[in-house]
Nanobody, 120 residues
Framework: QVQLVESGGGLVQAGGSLRLSCAAS????????MGWLRQAPGKEREFVAT????????YYADSVKGRFTISRDNAKNTVYLQMNSLKPADTAVYTC?????????????WGQGTQVTVSS
């Protein structure tokens, strides 16, 4: 029913910046809270950031707070993750996900993920 496609991943040097995009299909994008999660090699998937349906509320993992910014453009059915001051520890596959509300513990839809590699 809902398809999510990430883009913008790539290779960047430590201290650099990268902007990820997640495009959603359909006309119900504004009805979902959106999130970004990541999984590094050999590690469990972890929460990165999430944003409410209207964009009024945002939450970040402590590890990225102050460096990453999540935003959304409901007219374009797109959510973004601006990543600044990147560190090698940020290297992971970043995945966009959608849920009906911020209170949900799990996500309903997932993208395929995009690789972010930060070199030292």
């Amino acid at each position: 029913q809902v398809q999510l496609v990430e883009s913008g991943g790539g290779l960047v040097q430590a201290g650099g910046s990268l902007r990820l995009s997640c495009a959603a299909s359909g006309r119900t994008f504004s009805g979902y809270a959106m999130g970004w999660l990541r999984q590094a090699p050999g590690k469990e998937r972890e929460f990165v950031a999430t944003i409410s349906q209207s964009g009024a509320s945002t939450y970040y993992a402590d590890s990225v707070k102050g460096r990453f910014t999540i935003s959304r453009d409901n007219a374009k059915n797109t959510v973004y993750l601006q990543m600044n001051s990147l560190k090698p520890a940020d290297t992971a596959v970043y995945t966009c996900a959608a849920r009906r509300s911020l209170s949900q513990r799990t996500y309903d839809y997932w993208g395929q993920g995009t690789q972010v590699t930060v070199s030292s």
